[in-house]
């Protein structure tokens, strides 16, 4: 299909729908009721700070059909609480009821890092792709979502089980379940969003048509974090606004968006910036672009060293700042270990960049990394304070 097509099918949508200023998109995972807790439930997110919340993950079996990651999760966040002595759910209390409250829509995200290998055979036949498409009209009728945001991650990469006809497969993919969202909004004058996480380098991008997808597409959630971890021979900066040296250009925030909004001419108001609430471990290393032995397992969950975990051993560290990257790291010397992460500081300047840029927003993974045990959102609040008075100016 034609880009010029593919334009003609997005003018005949039903409606479009746009937020006023800046976006805050946050991922909320479905299996987070097993840590802390179950600190984070529904009615305790800050529905006020947010405009769009992904719930994560659901994805896709190789017939189409779509199955949660955590089924227990999904009773609890999508079904809506239980009164522990009948059994009977609250009305009202489900993850979506809560959100639609406060004028914040919901999507589910298909897919997820761990659960990608399917698309590349679901996305290769037609059937499949209309059993897909169906299976995401189911998904919103039972839980009454607001439309899918696919995170395929990635089209055409070889370790997920994909091949080079990704490329074309993706497009086709997202044009089956628009047909079908927007089918679905003529029969309930509804509008229902298509949005999609996509890879922030480059090797990725050129196996995905940009500008097909970008006339299919509501918005592209550009995953600008995991620039450098534990995987890489070197340490260096989990998201950096930008490179600290030259010939480490492509791997930043600024490198992505230029990549997207520069290189493909993707819209701006369509384009929304990824904001990690999470870093990255470097055992055997103190210093940034240095040899490592992996990540650090002694002072961090198994899970990842989130923002919440960072700020206790952060008292144990030595804080420096990359002026070049607008991002700090964190060094103790005595443990031999080496913390990039993000802080409000940083933060601040990203959402700064947002607003200077004028791109639509940013997507956070994830919303319980910054929530802490009083119920304060120091990163989460930064970005809505940044955000804010773009806000009320357009009122």
């Known amino acids: ?108 995200s298909l897919g997820g890092w761990e659960e990608s290998n399917n698309f590349s055979a679901v996305a290769s036949r037609s059937a499949t792709r209309a059993a897909f498409a169906h299976s995401c009209i189911e998904l919103i009728k039972k839980f009454g979502f607001d439309g899918i945001d696919i995170d395929w991650e990635y089209p055409g990469y070889a370790d997920h089980n994909g091949t080079p006809a990704d490329k074309q497969n ?104 990824g904001v990690p609430f999470y870093g990255q471990t470097f055992t055997e290393c103190t210093e940034l672009g240095a040899p490592h032995k992996g990540s650090d397992t002694t002072h961090f969950p198994a899970a990842g060293a989130f923002y919440y975990s960072i700020l206790p051993v952060k008292e144990k560290c030595t804080r420096y700042w990359d002026d070049r990257a607008k991002v700090p790291y964190l060094v103790n010397r005595s443990w031999d270990l080496f913390i990039s992460y993000d802080d409000e500081e940083s933060i601040g300047h990203k959402a700064r960049y947002v607003v200077d840029k004028g791109v639509r927003g940013v997507i956070i993974w994830e919303i319980t990394a910054d929530y802490l045990e009083d119920g304060t959102t120091p990163l989460l609040d930064v970005i809505y304070q940044t955000f804010r008075p773009v806000h009320e100016h357009q009122k």
């Open 1 to 108: 299909m034609t880009t010029r097509r593919l334009a003609l099918v997005v003018l005949a949508h039903l409606c479009a729908w746009s937020a006023a200023g800046q976006e805050i998109i946050g991922y909320y995972p479905s299996w987070k009721w097993r840590s802390r807790g179950n600190l984070v439930t529904p009615a305790r997110i800050p529905y006020e700070k947010f405009t769009i919340i992904n719930y994560a993950f659901f994805y896709p079996l190789l017939d189409g059909t779509i199955v949660g990651r955590d089924t227990t999760g999904d009773g609890m966040y999508l079904v809506g609480e239980r009164d522990p002595a009948t059994g009977t759910v609250t009305p009202g209390t489900r993850l979506t009821d809560l959100a639609h409250r406060h004028g914040v829509k919901v999507l589910p």
């Open 170 to 273: 993706f497009t086709l993919l997202l044009k089956a379940l628009r047909d079908s969202l927007d089918a679905y909004g003529r029969q309930t004058q509804g509008c229902y969003l298509l949005t999609a996480a996509l890879s922030a380098a480059e090797a990725n991008v050129k196996n995905m048509e940009i500008p097909e997808i970008t006339a299919l597409l509501d918005r592209l959630n550009i995953m600008t974090y995991d620039f450098h971890g534990p995987w890489d021979p070197l340490s260096g900066h989990n998201a950096p606004l930008y490179p600290s040296s030259p010939e480490d250009s492509a791997r930043s925030v600024h490198g992505a968006f230029m990549l997207y909004a520069r290189t493909y001419g993707v819209p701006l108001d369509k384009i929304n910036l």
